[in-house]
Nanobody, 123 residues
Framework: QVQLVESGGGLVQAGGSLRLSCAAS????????MGWFRQVLGQERELVAA????????YHADFVKGRFTISKDNAKNTLYLQMNSLKPEDTAVYYC????????????????WGQGTQITVSS
């Protein structure tokens, strides 16, 4: 049973930084891709960043390039999202997700999800 548990959310002022963590368990993730999504109430869940567990190739959405960085720690089976220069429009619930194979853009293509963590950026 795959489990993804996010942590690190909270309230931060615009321009500040936060780091999200996602502890993954239940299997080896060598053949998996992991992603961070975010969702604002009433809107679709959108991909923020993704990473191949093996090899570490990454993808960052244009709206976070230069500000957010996805990374992983193989030994700890943990996924991270370092978020810098946060903006009020980054306010959302952030989710960790996993899928077998290469990364994908759409939330429906991911098989496993964490419970989500709220990020609120005040102006």
């Amino acid at each position: 049973q795959v489990q993804l548990v996010e942590s690190g959310g909270g309230l931060v002022q615009a321009g500040g930084s936060l780091r999200l963590s996602c502890a993954a368990s239940g299997r080896t993730f060598r053949s998996y891709s992991m992603g961070w999504f975010r969702q604002v109430l009433g809107q679709e869940r959108e991909l923020v960043a993704a990473i191949r567990w093996s090899g570490g190739s990454t993808y960052h959405a244009d709206f976070v390039k230069g500000r957010f960085t996805i990374s992983k720690d193989n030994a700890k089976n943990t996924l991270y999202l370092q978020m810098n220069s946060l903006k009020p429009e980054d306010t959302a619930v952030y989710y960790c997700a996993a899928r077998s194979g290469v990364g994908a853009l759409r939330s429906i293509q991911y098989d496993y999800w964490g419970q989500g963590t709220q990020i609120t950026v005040s102006s």
